[in-house]
C-alpha cells in the first residue's frame, strides 16, 4: 500500500461509515487522525460527526508517523477489528494502554 491515493481511501472511508457510524471505533485511537484527514475532503454535510470535537488524550496516543503510514496503520486497526467482532469503544493504544474511544459527535 506504497504510495496511494489518500483521497480514494478517505472517500471508501466515508461511505462506510455513512452507511454505519458506528464503525468509527473500529479504527481505535486512529480514529482522531483519520477523522480529521476526513474533514479536509469533507463537511458534517457529508458525515454528521465530522465537527471540530476531538479527544486530545485520544489524538496524543497516535504515533507520528506521517499521512500514508498513518491510515496505513489505522486501515489494518479497522479490518482486524472488523474482522474479529471488535468495534467497541475499549481498545489499546501502540503501548498496548488501554483508552475507551468515545467521539461525543457520534453519539456513542
Not at 491515493?5 to 464503525?23: C, F, G, R, Y
Not at 471505533?25 to 454535510?45: C, N, Q, S
Request: a negative charge.
Amino acid at each position: 500500500m506504497n504510495g496511494f491515493d489518500v483521497k480514494s481511501v478517505l472517500k471508501n472511508i466515508l461511505t462506510v461509515l455513512q452507511k454505519k457510524p458506528a464503525h468509527y471505533r473500529t479504527f481505535g485511537i486512529y480514529w482522531w487522525p483519520v477523522k480529521a484527514m476526513l474533514k479536509r475532503y469533507y463537511t458534517t454535510e457529508h458525515l454528521y460527526m465530522l465537527g471540530d470535537y476531538e479527544d486530545p488524550d485520544g489524538a496524543a496516543r497516535v504515533p507520528d508517523v506521517g499521512v500514508q503510514r498513518m491510515l496505513k496503520l489505522a486501515l489494518e486497526e479497522q479490518m482486524m477489528n472488523a474482522t474479529y467482532g471488535m468495534g467497541g469503544n475499549r481498545v489499546t493504544d501502540t503501548e498496548g494502554e488501554p483508552y475507551v474511544i468515545f467521539d461525543e459527535e457520534a453519539g456513542f
